[in-house]
T-cell receptor, first 112, second 115 residues
Framework: DAKTTQPPSMDCAEGRAANLPCNHS???????VYWYRQIHSQGPQYIIH???NNETNEMASLIITEDRKSSTLILPHATLRDTAVYYC???FGSGNTGKLIFGQGTTLQVKP | DAGVIQSPRHEVTEMGQEVTLRCKPI?????LFWYRQTMMRGLELLIY????????DSGMPEDRFSAKMPNASFSTLKIQPSEPRDSAVYFC?????????????FGNGTRLTVT
């Protein structure tokens, strides 16, 4: 699976958009970009995923560059409860592996 | 749905003792994963099953660790004998199928402390 690079930490003001970047320059054509987050002492929680088109759900938006070498997770109106570690992962979309390999993630601190 | 259920939530044991962690996946899910999380190493995949069969156990640290899935609704992770370096939070996760649109659902973990 392709490796990802994320900044170790970020701050965001409550009510503002949080934009979390991720580099995945070695991503291959059949690998998807997934985002999970982990709130302190809980299990990781799925947020969103995409292949090449931008995606949006009730939690967030995912913007993937045209060359697919990087992406941005957007939390449109961050709240204090969004404080968590955010993981960007690339994963095969089909085939014989279901593995998710987690990196170190970005610790997002939402401040009042 | 109650989600992925892990037990116990906390386990404290002495070095050398056997430890058994338990997981009940979401009903209907046919993939089950065991992860371990420590401050030093982050989240590590230990093993995963498909339809109760172990597919990849390359992350299992050593022979002291074993995992079983006797049926679709239950899995165990056993450490025998336990050592202080096994102290970590152990997560179980399940997913519906190995498809790109099938996210993993995680339990809330078992915090293991080996003294």
């Amino acid at each position: 699976d392709a490796k990802t690079t994320q900044p170790p930490s970020m701050d965001c003001a409550e009510g503002r958009a949080a934009n979390l970047p991720c580099n995945h320059s070695t991503i291959s054509g059949n690998e998807y970009v997934y985002w999970y987050r982990q709130i302190h002492s809980q299990g990781p929680q799925y947020i969103i995923h995409g292949l090449k088109n931008n995606e949006t759900n009730e939690m967030a938006s995912l913007i993937i560059t045209e060359d697919r070498k990087s992406s941005t997770l957007i939390l449109p109106h961050a709240t204090l409860r969004d404080t968590a570690v955010y993981y960007c992962i690339v994963r095969f979309g089909s085939g014989n592996t279901g593995k998710l390999i987690f990196g170190q993630g970005t610790t997002l601190q939402v401040k009042p | 749905d109650a989600g992925v259920i892990q037990s116990p939530r906390h386990e404290v044991t002495e070095m050398g003792q056997e430890v058994t962690l338990r997981c009940k996946p979401i009903s209907g899910h046919d993939y089950l994963f065991w992860y371990r999380q420590t401050m030093m190493r982050g989240l590590e995949l230990l093993i995963y099953f498909n339809n109760n069969v172990p597919i990849d156990d390359s992350g299992m640290p050593e022979d002291r660790f074993s995992a079983k899935m006797p049926n679709a609704s239950f899995s165990t992770l056993k450490i025998q004998p336990s050592e202080p370096r096994d102290s970590a939070v152990y997560f179980c996760a399940s997913s519906l199928r190995d498809r790109h649109n099938s996210p993993l659902h995680f339990g809330n973990g078992t915090r293991l402390t080996v003294t």
